[in-house]
């Protein structure tokens, strides 16, 4: 689409009940981001009021009819997802606005590629519009759905505005607190509240990269009763319960006692008995805790509303009736949304032609996705099953896929960090992740990295490997998929987001991407990944090297761009006073050359020797390094290379980055460290 232009949706697809618009946006260096935010107006153009605003603060509407999806990886920076259910839309909102602002006086003509998309209930791509000339805009309309008497309709807007989300909002109506000792006490507050909020109802606080004062405090309706001054940040309708990180103490006469639980594991005999109680289990509480429920399904087109599960349906298909493990229904508006799960556990691979029935059944019966779960991960380009869609026929059915990595970061995403509605859903999500994570549940994510796993590390060790070597390809696939699970197993804990970073144009093929690394790996024997962790000062490098058997985590973090480098140097040596004394620390400067380098150890008494000798070298940052030897098994035993990727991540993270000053954007007017001398 071009700027200005308009379509009705319901000429590109039948499907367009539900929604998802994508919002996206790249960089040379893959950090750029900006927040999506959305606003639902009436027919005088201006919001209702203050909860007609959507942003990263208040991501969800409570009737369903929006929810901000998150951050899914590109190829050079972010895509932001939202998911539009517009049979639930109140008939009093005319239109619905999507927009998206950088904030710290970042302006998206730093970023590339900024993009929207709009695809239909079955996952299907409708439309695509590109943003031009947004070079000073620090916040965007990228477009809007708005009401044609019973038709939906986008159109392509691409205005914007140089005063950053408090103008867009403003102009719709939002009101805006902007008040500088408000905000500067909100601060203050939130620090000394801060351990009592994790044990107690909390709101939901924004990054802290994102400048508090142009968020609005919600405004209260025509009518209502005045109360006391809020805050300059939106509390969320209800309280969220959170369940407290302190173990409470138990009164088990002795260690041998376990607590009794709402689903057990210790009868679970044979992958079969796993797939049953998995799905099941799974199922019981995606309808109980409806949070949870939707956020599962939400991504896949299911709309708001009533769900109910079911396990072990018998379904005919010709002479032999199909049983998929479970059935999601979600109705709305006296519509049906419908979705056949096919579930496998421990290292059970899906079986094509299960799914290639499970979607001809789902084609036949109106059905609108086939949902697989296993412990297996998909990649961008490569499914793991392939089927053949019939094309001859009016209904399309979705293919998703689940990975338990991902259910169980959702499940540690709403009770350790977000909180959920009511105390009992708590404790369901605490029995969930209980036995997710529980040895016997087969559960466990990603677990085996192929059996071209040792053919390769022996051709790496003896130089037999050539390029073009399938099984090398096979393990790039294994190795993104290992890195991928990290990324949720951290950002669970952290309850921040932690996306894998990959350093290639946009619109690569996926293919060509993975085969290009797979010739890298035959020539230099290493498997290399990078995250970026929300907060941290820099990008988190992951090196496997095949030849040595080491790991190498590494983070490089820029020099500040005031004060004198021997002070940059003791700043950050104190910093990282409870770090290991192995951490490896290396001056960066300009040039080919690389500056001084040293271990922590023998750092501390001697800050000093970091900064280089000659006069006028300029230092543009630090590189901070810890190696350990790798697993070198295939599977996720103790002393396999899944588990010692996990560990390696897991402690750099918390023994080093933890302790590096939180992420601040460097001006654009910057030149970069001061010179020495």
């Given amino acids: 689409m071009v700027k200005g232009s308009n379509v009705t949706l319901s000429a590109l697809s039948d499907n367009v009940g539900s929604v998802i618009v994508s919002l996206g946006w790249g960089s040379a260096t893959g950090e750029g981001d900006a927040d999506v935010s959305v606003l639902l107006l009436d027919l005088n153009g201006k919001v209702r009021s203050d909860t007609d605003f959507y942003f990263y603060n208040n991501p969800v509407a409570a009737d369903g009819s929006v929810q901000l999806l998150g951050k899914t990886p590109t190829v050079d920076g972010n895509e932001d997802?939202?998911?539009?259910?517009?049979?639930?839309?109140?008939?009093?909102?005319?239109?619905?606005?999507?927009?998206?602002?950088?904030?710290?006086?970042?302006?998206?003509?730093?970023?590339?590629?900024v993009r929207l998309s709009l695809a239909d209930g079955a996952g299907e791509d409708l439309l695509r519009f590109v943003v031009d000339d947004v070079d000073s805009m620090s916040a965007i309309i990228f477009g809007e759905l708005y009401r044609r008497g019973d038709e939906w309709k986008f159109r392509a807007v691409g205005q914007g505005y140089d005063t950053g989300l408090a103008g867009l909002a403003t102009d719709f109506g939002v009101d805006i607190e902007d008040d500088a000792e408000a905000v500067e006490a909100q601060g203050d507050e939130a620090s000394e509240d801060q351990e009592g909020m994790t044990a107690s109802a909390s709101v939901d606080e924004p990054s802290p990269q994102r400048a508090p004062a142009v968020v609005p405090s919600p405004r209260q309706p025509e009518g209502s009763e005045s109360r006391k001054p809020t805050t300059a940040r939106p509390r969320t309708a209800k309280k969220k319960v959170i369940l407290p990180k302190v173990t409470k103490k138990t009164l088990a006469e002795n260690e041998s006692w376990r607590e009794a639980r709402l689903f057990p594991v210790s009868a679970l005999k044979s992958d079969r008995d796993r797939e049953v109680r998995a799905t099941s289990v799974l199922l019981s509480v995606m309808a109980q805790v409806p949070e949870f429920g939707r956020r599962l399904t939400a991504a896949f087109g299911a709309p708001a509303g009533r769900m109910e599960t079911f396990a072990e349906v018998?379904?005919?298909?010709?002479?032999?009736?199909?049983?998929?493990?479970?059935?999601?229904?979600?109705?709305?508006?006296?519509?049906?949304?419908?979705?056949l799960v096919e579930t496998k556990t421990n290292g059970n691979a899906l079986k094509a032609d299960q799914v290639q029935a499970y979607m001809d059944i789902a084609a036949r019966r109106g059905y609108e996705a086939v949902i697989t779960l296993s412990n297996d991960v998909a990649l961008e380009g490569s499914p793991l099953v392939d089927v053949k869609i019939d094309g001859r026929r009016k209904h399309k059915v979705a293919l998703w896929h689940l990975s338990w990595a991902e259910v169980t970061h959702q499940a540690q995403m709403l009770i350790r960090h977000e909180g959920v509605g009511n105390a009992a859903h708590a404790w369901l999500l605490q029995e969930l992740l209980y036995y997710l994570q529980h040895d016997n549940s087969g559960c466990h994510g990603f677990q085996n990295m192929g059996p071209a796993w040792v053919p390769v590390r022996n051709g790496i060790d003896d130089e037999t490997l050539c390029q073009g070597d399938s099984r090398a390809l096979e393990v790039v696939e294994s190795w993104e998929r290992l890195i991928r699970q990290v990324c949720l197993g951290l950002g669970g804990e952290l309850g921040q987001r932690v996306l894998p970073v990959q350093r290639t144009r946009r619109g690569a093929d996926p293919g060509v991407r993975r085969s290009g690394f797979a010739d890298q790996l035959c020539l230099d024997g290493k498997l290399q990944a990078e995250l970026r962790i929300e907060g941290t000062p820099g990008i988190l490098a992951v090196s496997a090297d095949l030849r040595t058997g080491k790991l190498r985590t590494s983070i490089e973090i820029p020099a500040p761009e005031q004060g004198y480098p021997l002070s940059w140097v003791k700043r950050l040596i104190r910093n990282l006073e409870e770090a290991p004394a192995t951490l490896h620390i290396e001056t960066l400067v300009d040039g080919e050359q690389g500056g001084p380098r040293g271990t922590l150890e023998r750092l501390r008494p001697e800050p000093a020797d970091m900064l280089p000798k000659g006069s006028g070298t300029r230092i543009t940052g630090f590189r901070l390094s810890l190696v350990k030897s790798m697993g070198s098994s295939r599977g996720n035993a103790e002393s396999g290379f899944i588990r010692s990727v996990d560990d390696a991540v897991h402690r750099f993270y918390s023994t080093v980055v933890v302790h590096l000053d939180r992420a601040t954007p460097r001006r654009a007017s910057s030149k970069g460290g001061a010179a020495t001398g």
């Fill in 314 to 339: 018998t379904l005919p298909h010709g002479d032999t009736p199909r049983r998929p493990d479970g059935v999601i229904r979600v109705e709305r508006a006296g519509k049906l949304w419908t979705a």
């Fill in 81 to 113: 997802r939202i998911s539009f259910d517009l049979t639930a839309v109140p008939a009093h909102v005319d239109r619905i606005v999507v927009a998206a602002s950088r904030y710290n006086g970042a302006r998206f003509g730093e970023l590339e590629d």
